[in-house]
């Protein structure tokens, strides 16, 4: 029997460097299996161009974000956060996506789910993956968000109205410890090698982890990376050392399972001491006008273009906490512990993350939230068409 399609209101925005799909929760259904079934076909996964979806064939454009109204009453809005697996039938639900929350508090307002107050309207957004709460604050006006202005951050073209995201108390994500292990650093045998790590857990846990270890510099844009003749090979340690930070947090039973079944978290990035580099933009970044030098790895182990939101707020607390290996490479760079602003060199340019901190007895600080500014834009709303 011949089924059409179903059609689906829907929302494209971009946020930061990243574009998502935004949904309302009570357009899609509640049985989680079923959910997941209509965000797959609307993104045309898994396929790796994603042709019969909305879905931009890689994981900065294949993000889906589900809204409502929330019943907290620290929150306005709940926002739930997935990575749609652009060759696999997976939504991962583990992770957020700081630049996709960028575009949550936009979202909000223009549909009126928060009033909007001029000239700066405060969303306070729950995120069902993390359990923490965001505040962002959205330039508005004439009774929606602004949408043009003047502040550009790398890796996306032109400028626009300045967004604040604020991740409150954004230790402890996904394990509800700062420290997953216990400790600032650790290291790992990795096939009679020995590597030395730091696991941070903040908004979202990463493992930071040295490339002059694996034969690399760290400055390496995503085509010179993956144009490496070992490059493969580089990518299957890192899946060892990621794939443990897998099991640690209880996301998996193994290395296989952590493999296939825990993508997204926890990421693993590569760390170094700021230097000159060329970013992928063609722009010259020089090693005074940043702090340290970072690659973040996505699903299947790719490097991505820029920097992930919740990655620089897990970069500067990591720098906010003694012993860790981004604490090292801020303080040979004449800092300290006491770390509220931090630039980070990615492959497309700088990245500013900034911490408001409190200052503790013995000496050390607390990261109160960390924060980020970022542009966000709605492209297109209308509807997505679902098979079935």
Same mark, same amino acid.
């Given at each position: 029997?011949?089924?059409?399609?179903?059609?689906?209101?829907?929302?494209?925005?971009?946020?930061?460097?990243?574009?998502?799909?935004?949904?309302?929760?009570?357009?899609?259904?509640?049985?989680?299996?079923?959910?997941?079934?209509?965000?797959?076909?609307?993104?045309?996964?898994?396929?790796?161009?994603?042709?019969?979806?909305?879905?931009?064939?890689?994981?900065?454009?294949?993000?889906?974000?589900?809204?409502?109204?929330?019943?907290?009453?620290?929150?306005?809005?709940?926002?739930?956060?997935?990575?749609?697996?652009?060759?696999?039938?997976?939504?991962?639900?583990?992770?957020?996506?700081?630049?996709?929350?960028?575009?949550?508090?936009?979202?909000?307002?223009?549909?009126?789910?928060?009033?909007?107050?001029?000239?700066?309207?405060?969303? /306070? !957004?729950?995120?069902?993956?993390?359990? #923490? &709460?965001?505040? +962002?604050?959205? @330039? $508005?006006?004439?009774?929606?968000?602004?949408?043009?202005?003047?502040?550009?951050?790398?890796?996306?073209?032109?400028?626009?109205?300045?967004?604040?995201?604020?991740?409150?108390?954004?230790?402890?994500?996904?394990?509800?410890?700062?420290?997953?292990?216990?400790?600032?650093?650790?290291?790992?045998?990795?096939?009679?090698?020995?590597?030395?790590?730091?696991?941070?857990?903040?908004?979202?846990?990463?493992?930071?982890?040295?490339?002059?270890?694996?034969?690399?510099?760290?400055?390496?844009?995503?085509?010179?990376?993956?144009?490496?003749?070992?490059?493969?090979e580089i990518c299957r340690k890192l899946e060892i050392i990621r794939g443990t930070g897998?099991?640690?947090?209880?996301?998996?039973?193994?290395?296989?399972?952590? /493999? !296939?079944?825990?993508?997204?978290?926890? #990421? &693993?990035?590569? +760390?170094?001491? @700021? $230097?000159?580099?060329?970013?992928?933009?063609?722009?010259?970044i020089k090693v005074s006008n940043i702090d340290c030098v970072g690659r973040l790895f996505?699903?299947?182990?790719?490097?991505?273009?820029?920097?992930?939101?919740?990655?620089?707020?897990?970069?500067?607390?990591?720098?906010?906490?003694?012993?860790?290996?981004?604490?090292?490479?801020?303080?040979?760079?004449?800092?300290?512990?006491?770390?509220?602003?931090?630039?980070?060199?990615?492959?497309?340019?700088?990245?500013?993350?900034?911490?408001?901190?409190?200052?503790?007895?013995?000496?050390?600080?607390?990261?109160?939230?960390?924060?980020?500014?970022?542009?966000?834009?709605?492209?297109?709303?209308?509807?997505?068409?679902?098979?079935?």
């Amino acid at each position: 029997m011949y089924k059409p399609n179903i059609k689906v209101p829907c929302v494209y925005m971009r946020g930061g460097t990243s574009k998502a799909v935004f949904f309302r929760d009570e357009d899609l259904p509640k049985e989680e299996t079923a959910r997941d079934k209509w965000i797959l076909s609307a993104f045309g996964s898994p396929d790796r161009r994603q042709i019969d979806g909305m879905g931009g064939a890689n994981t900065s454009t294949s993000k889906v974000a589900i809204i409502k109204k929330s019943s907290r009453p620290d929150a306005d809005i709940d926002y739930s956060f997935g990575q749609v697996d652009v060759n696999s039938p997976i939504v991962g639900k583990t992770m957020n996506c700081g630049n996709i929350s960028s575009a949550v508090g936009p979202y909000a307002i223009d549909e009126g789910l928060v009033e909007a107050v001029e000239p700066t309207t405060n969303v /306070r !957004i729950y995120n069902t993956n993390t359990k #923490k &709460i965001i505040v +962002a604050v959205v @330039p $508005v006006k004439d009774g929606r968000a602004m949408t043009e202005g003047d502040f550009s951050i790398d890796g996306v073209p032109g400028t626009g109205a300045k967004i604040t995201l604020k991740f409150v108390a954004p230790q402890g994500a996904s394990s509800g410890k700062l420290l997953p292990t216990g400790n600032p650093k650790d290291t790992i045998d990795v096939e009679g090698k020995v590597y030395e790590y730091s696991f941070i857990d903040s908004a979202n846990p990463v493992i930071f982890v040295h490339p002059e270890d694996f034969g690399v510099t760290g400055t390496e844009i995503p085509a010179e990376f993956n144009a490496l003749p070992n490059c493969k090979e580089i990518c299957r340690k890192l899946e060892i050392i990621r794939g443990t930070g897998a099991i640690i947090l209880g996301f998996a039973k193994n290395l296989e399972d952590a /493999r !296939i079944n825990s993508q997204t978290l926890p #990421k &693993i990035a590569f +760390a170094t001491k @700021p $230097v000159d580099y060329t970013a992928g933009s063609g722009a010259e970044i020089k090693v005074s006008n940043i702090d340290c030098v970072g690659r973040l790895f996505s699903v299947d182990m790719k490097m991505i273009d820029a920097y992930m939101g919740t990655g620089a707020i897990c970069t500067i607390t990591a720098a906010n906490t003694p012993g860790t290996i981004i604490n090292e490479i801020v303080r040979k760079g004449g800092g300290n512990d006491h770390v509220t602003h931090l630039r980070i060199g990615h492959p497309w340019g700088i990245m500013d993350a900034y911490a408001d901190l409190q200052d503790n007895p013995d000496g050390t600080h607390t990261v109160l939230s960390g924060n980020l500014d970022r542009t966000a834009r709605r492209i297109m709303e209308g509807y997505v068409y679902i098979r079935d």
